[in-house]
């Protein structure tokens, strides 16, 4: 005991699946049980934690208590650097706008659509419903598209004035990076150049802006975004493991 806390409790996770959840992520001073030791201060039902991928330092410690850590995923970060973008002209596309009061109904069928049966780390876990799970990326949707902090921005892209893609971004503290925080085509939109169009659009914005960098994540298996992004002078990063553990009740530690 004695180390530094990584894992903290998920007040909104924990609403949403009816489980106390505890979440966090694996730093480079991190010991062995940092994991563990959590876990019994905290006593969650589930801990979520993410660390470099092929980091298995806190799995042994796990194992020894008794307890079974499950690999749920891996998430991949592609970046660009802005600062060569930012005198370049780019193609104007009048159908990428803020998404503004009104747009949440749309924006929610929207992500119902995209996301329907998209695999993340939640899906390898059967203590979380499915349909908890999608509701899970219309609630952080909308958190960004009606939240007025200043770091969050979202924008749609649209066809005779249907939102058919959208992205939310989160700007850093520092105001010199952002991060594409979930972005997605309607489906019966995609193959028609509209992703491509609003991810040109916001390299094209945000180095404008003033910004060095923008990264986006997505699971290891998604291909077809990837290829997007490489496609667009994005490359790769760097890439975390996922890892559950479900907490039975009245856990003790058999070590």
């Given at each position: 005991?004695?180390?530094?806390?990584?894992?903290?409790?998920?007040?909104?996770?924990?609403?949403?699946?009816?489980?106390?959840?505890?979440?966090?992520?694996?730093?480079?001073?991190?010991?062995p049980d940092s994991i563990l030791d959590d876990i019994?201060?905290?006593?969650?039902?589930?801990?979520?934690?993410?660390?470099?991928?092929?980091d298995t330092g806190q799995l042994a410690a796990l194992?020894?208590?008794?307890?079974?850590?499950?690999?749920?995923?891996?998430?991949?970060?592609?970046?660009?650097?802005?600062?060569?973008?930012?005198?370049?002209?780019?193609?104007?596309?009048?159908?990428?706008?803020?998404?503004?009061?009104?747009?949440?109904?749309?924006?929610?069928?929207?992500?119902?659509?995209?996301?329907?049966?998209?695999?993340?780390?939640?899906?390898?876990?059967?203590?979380?419903?499915?349909?908890?799970?999608?509701?899970?990326?219309?609630?952080?949707?909308?958190?960004?598209?009606?939240?007025?902090?200043?770091?969050?921005?979202?924008?749609?892209?649209?066809?005779?004035?249907?939102?058919?893609?959208?992205?939310?971004?989160?700007?850093?503290?520092?105001?010199?990076?952002?991060?594409?925080?979930?972005?997605?085509?309607?489906?019966?939109?995609?193959?028609?150049?509209?992703?491509?169009?609003?991810?040109?659009?916001?390299?094209?914005?945000?180095?404008?802006s003033g910004m060095t960098e923008l990264s986006v994540?997505?699971?290891?298996?998604?291909?077809?975004?990837?290829?997007?992004?490489?496609?667009?002078?994005?490359?790769?990063?760097?890439?975390?493991?996922?890892?559950?553990?479900?907490?039975?009740?009245?856990?003790?530690?058999?070590?």
């Open positions: 005991m004695g180390n530094a806390r990584i894992l903290y409790p998920s007040p909104v996770e924990s609403k949403r699946f009816g489980l106390d959840i505890a979440r966090g992520t694996i730093g480079p001073n991190a010991t019994l201060a905290l006593r969650p039902d589930v801990a979520i934690f993410r660390c470099a991928a092929g194992a020894g208590a008794g307890l079974v850590p499950l690999h749920a995923d891996t998430l991949v970060y592609y970046q660009a650097a802005l600062a060569a973008r930012a005198g370049v002209g780019s193609t104007i596309v009048p159908a990428v706008r803020r998404s503004g009061p009104g747009d949440e109904e749309a924006l929610a069928h929207l992500v119902r659509r995209s996301f329907a049966g998209y695999r993340n780390h939640y899906h390898a876990n059967p203590w979380f419903q499915p349909a908890a799970i999608l509701e899970g990326y219309v609630e952080w949707a909308l958190t960004y598209a009606t939240s007025p902090a200043p770091q969050k921005e979202t924008w749609v892209r649209c066809e005779n004035d249907e939102v058919r893609g959208f992205a939310t971004c989160r700007i850093d503290a520092t105001g010199s990076a952002v991060e594409i925080v979930l972005n997605a085509v309607d489906p019966d939109w995609q193959g028609r150049g509209l992703y491509s169009e609003l991810l040109d659009f916001l390299l094209a914005h945000y180095a404008r994540s997505t699971q290891v298996w998604n291909y077809r975004v990837q290829r997007a992004w490489a496609r667009a002078g994005l490359a790769i990063d760097r890439a975390y493991d996922t890892y559950h553990v479900n907490v039975p009740k009245n856990f003790q530690p058999g070590r």
